[in-house]
């Protein structure tokens, strides 16, 4: 079981520390220092999908060169701005990379491996495409 701390600086300054003693600092003003709280939740997406297709396509013996992970949300006008719509937007890079195995990967990602996904999905509906950038050789 993962447990996390948020501890407040000032104003609203954060910081947050994972349960592995890592830390972040957030903010919810707009030139503040640090990220949105709400943004930290598109980079959790994306950063835990990222892990599953790192390791999904190395098994697949394609190990990537390259991946970038943009993700974009809709969230309510109104509080509490609850994300109804994610978009996540992979660009992959790896000498023999084929469709088959980025969607695949994508797919294994999405509906079995990735805890943010899984517990987003309840409130939000989450899209993808990929695109596999031309290998440097």
């Known amino acids: 079981m993962g447990t996390t701390t948020v501890k407040w600086v000032?104003?609203?300054?954060?910081?947050g520390i994972d349960s592995t003693q890592h830390s972040v600092v957030l903010s919810s003003i707009a030139d503040g220092i640090g990220m949105k709280p709400s943004?930290?939740?598109?980079?959790?997406?994306a950063s835990c999908t990222?892990?599953?297709?790192?390791?999904i396509l190395a098994k697949k013996r394609m190990p990537l060169e390259s991946l970038e992970?943009?993700?974009?949300?809709e969230q309510d006008p109104e509080p509490p701005w609850t994300f109804r719509k994610i978009h996540v937007k992979y660009r992959l890079g790896g000498a023999g990379l084929t469709e088959k195995a980025?969607?695949?990967?994508?797919?294994?990602?999405?509906?079995k491996y990735c805890s943010v996904t899984a517990t987003v999905r309840g409130a939000a509906q989450v899209t993808t495409e990929y695109e596999i950038l031309p290998t440097s050789n």
């Open 50 to 55: 990222a892990v599953d297709v790192i390791d």
């Open 10 to 15: 000032d104003s609203k300054t954060f910081v």
């Open 39 to 45: 943004d930290m939740l598109l980079i959790a997406l």
């Open 102 to 111: 980025v969607a695949q990967a994508i797919e294994l990602s999405e509906q």
């Open 69 to 73: 992970i943009i993700t974009s949300g």
